[in-house]
């Protein structure tokens, strides 16, 4: 247990947390570029640095004047006349659909977010944090990503071979664990799986699932082996000798 007395788990929400991810033990791939799971025909793990880099954004187009909007506020935030509310010349107004947005974040990524980042925070309103972080110390050593079913079109077509397994409710999906080579075998992976799962718990869902790729290298899979799930606590669910399923369901 002494490896786990410097260890820290953070959620990957902002730009400064996307770079904290620690490198693939295949050089070839790339956490931060990866979106092997959210892209069913076209995802890719390998290398891309400027897929991650933050871009310039795009111009936002140029708005109406309000005077061409009947339904916006008026400058100023002058209220609009209301024959029939004498108290609308001070009160608040009302939110209004018509009306143009109010500058700010409004709960997405900043406008200039690498494209990794925005894949992570699409639902974090909604579902929360798609992805976690591991350091020991100030070294990143571990890295997650899951998120609901439906956030990883890969996810679920290799769910859709196994018709026998629960469809509802759903369950959510743990499509990546790793470690980097130095921090192989000290209990890691499996100390941000637990906390993952137990994250995943109070979320709502009643299970979560993992869908390792037995074709590949171990430095090439992103979901582990069976092995792996079942110290964690999971079970197969769907035995195959490819791609099985592994499952476990919350109390």
């Known amino acids: 247990m002494s490896d786990h007395a410097d ?6 929400t902002e730009t400064p947390d996307l770079e904290r991810l620690p490198p693939c033990a295949d050089p070839r791939f790339d956490h931060r570029s990866c979106d092997y799971w959210e892209d069913e025909v076209r995802g890719a793990k390998d290398a891309r640095p400027a897929w991650w880099q933050p871009t310039t954004p795009k111009p936002k187009p140029k708005p109406r004047p ?23 010349a001070t009160a608040e107004p009302a939110f209004n659909p018509f009306a143009p947005e109010p500058e700010g974040d409004a709960g997405g990524p900043e406008p200039d977010a690498p494209a990794k980042l925005r894949l992570l925070r699409r639902g974090r309103h909604v579902f929360g944090s798609y992805a976690k972080v591991l350091l020991q110390g100030d070294d990143p050593a571990a890295y997650a990503q899951f998120g609901p079913l439906s956030a990883y079109p890969r996810a679920q077509a290799v769910r859709e071979l196994y018709p026998a397994l629960p469809s ?27 906390d993952v799962v137990a994250d995943l718990a ?15 290298a171990p430095d090439e899979a992103s979901a582990a082996s069976p092995a792996f799930w079942e110290a964690c606590g999971f079970e ?8 099985p399923v592994m499952r476990r369901e919350f109390a």
């Open 66 to 88: 309000r005077s061409d909007n009947p339904f916006a506020p008026r400058p100023g935030g002058e209220a609009s006349y209301n024959p029939f509310d004498p108290s609308a």
């Open 7 to 12: 260890i820290h788990i953070l959620d990957v």
């Open 168 to 194: 509802s409710p759903l369950p959510a999906v743990i499509t990546c664990i790793a470690t980097t080579s130095k921090a192989r075998g000290r209990g890691l992976a499996r100390a941000l799986i637990d």
């Open 236 to 243: 197969m669910a769907a035995p195959d000798e490819r791609y």
């Open 202 to 216: 109070t979320r709502g869902f009643a299970a979560v699932e993992a869908y390792p790729d037995l074709t590949l």
